[in-house]
């Protein structure tokens, strides 16, 4: 182990979007302003050990998902380092050793860019504020958001829980398209909100979020949807803070038929829902109306289903789930999570069986 060799781990969350985040445009920045809820139980855990660069050495990258060599997503982080540039210069007297895990299994077709590029950002910008001697503050949070957008646009909202806002809106003062800000005061419900996920399909998607986001330059309902998305911002944030389930329901399931219906009438058009997607939403409305439970369900860029729920729920929402709806789920597989907190650091050694060191 060489003397001067820094760690730094982290354990970062994904999220699941209530208003969508769909289209992008210049530096990674949303055509529209987004908001989500901070998950908990699917998340990443990354260890970035720098080490300093021997006299001549270049600077490198060894990087290992799941305890093997990844080349694939080796370039990816590499060139996601290059394009950090001036926000992280210290990474060029280094050389990188980067450990990456899932909670999740990885073929669940839950997106996982949203917990990886906040869990990377982590590392590296506390990498770069342990140069600068910053410790972690507010500013290094709006950082570590930045440096996670340029990643993932999703994941910038991932370093704030329970719930985070990401692209200027005239109706949240301090909110930006280069970085998320936190939600205060979201109602006790929202905090403990229940997410089980059905996982209906474990394939990758054919059209990855960001080909999607590209299909909405010129896109036939590109202004519509950016006022779509700020109504229902606004419609949603007194919601939050008030603990209205319904007007958070509806939102969250009329933004899921949105970012489909976009898809739907894209040029070229293309189809990510299933029909077990559509079993499962049916079934959910059917269970709402007939039992009175609040269970709302959501989608993002594919065809699982997220099903929100309060926790005082959990019991019958789970039992339902287990008999009406697992034949409709891939390998009858369900993650079942909750809101979280946002991000936590962690010691190198970690509960996912990383390599102790
Ligand atoms: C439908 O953040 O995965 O989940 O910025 O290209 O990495 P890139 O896209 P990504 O898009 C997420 C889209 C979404 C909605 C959302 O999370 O807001």
């Not at 229940?194 to 990758?204: A, F, H, T, V, W």
């Amino acid at each position: 182990m060489h003397d001067n060799q820094l760690t730094f781990a982290w354990r970062s969350p994904s999220n699941i979007a209530i208003v969508k985040y769909w289209g992008k445009h210049g530096d990674q920045l949303p055509d529209n302003p987004s908001l989500s809820i901070t998950l908990s139980q699917a998340y990443t855990e990354t260890t970035l050990v720098a080490r300093p660069l021997n006299p001549n050495e270049a600077p490198g990258l060894t990087f290992r998902f799941a305890g093997e060599q990844n080349p694939a997503f080796a370039q990816r982080v590499a060139a996601y380092i290059r394009r950090l540039g001036s926000l992280a210069p210290a990474v060029k007297d280094y050389h990188l050793t980067i450990e990456t895990d899932n909670s999740f299994p990885h073929s669940s077709g839950i997106a996982s860019s949203a917990s990886a590029m906040s869990a990377l950002a982590l590392c590296i910008a506390e990498l770069q504020a342990t140069i600068d001697g910053h410790t972690h503050d507010e500013r290094f949070q709006r950082e570590v958001s930045i440096m996670a957008r340029l990643g993932s646009g999703s994941a910038c909202r991932s370093v704030y829980g329970p719930a985070s806002l990401w692209g200027s809106t005239e109706i949240m003062s301090g909110s930006s398209d280069e970085y998320a800000i936190p939600l205060s005061n979201i109602h006790p419900v929202f905090q403990s909100l229940r997410d089980s996920i059905l996982i209906i399909s474990e394939e990758k998607k054919q059209v990855s979020s960001s080909a999607g986001h590209a299909l909405m330059q010129g896109h036939q309902f590109a202004r519509a949807r950016i006022a779509q998305a700020t109504q229902n911002l606004k419609t949603l944030l007194p919601a939050l803070h008030s603990g209205d389930i319904i007007t958070f329901g509806r939102i969250a399931e009329s933004e899921a038929l949105s970012l489909h219906a976009l898809m739907m009438t894209s040029d070229p058009a293309y189809i990510l829902i299933q029909p077990n997607t559509l079993q499962v939403i049916q079934r959910a409305i059917a269970f709402r109306e007939s039992s009175g439970t609040p269970v709302y369900f959501t989608l993002d860029a594919g065809p699982n289903v997220h099903l929100l729920y309060p926790e005082s729920h959990e019991a019958d929402v789970k039992a339902w789930i287990n008999n009406e709806l697992l034949p409709f789920c891939e390998n009858g597989r369900v993650i079942h999570d909750h809101a979280g907190r946002g991000p936590q650091k962690v010691s190198s050694s970690t509960t996912l069986g990383m390599t102790k060191r």
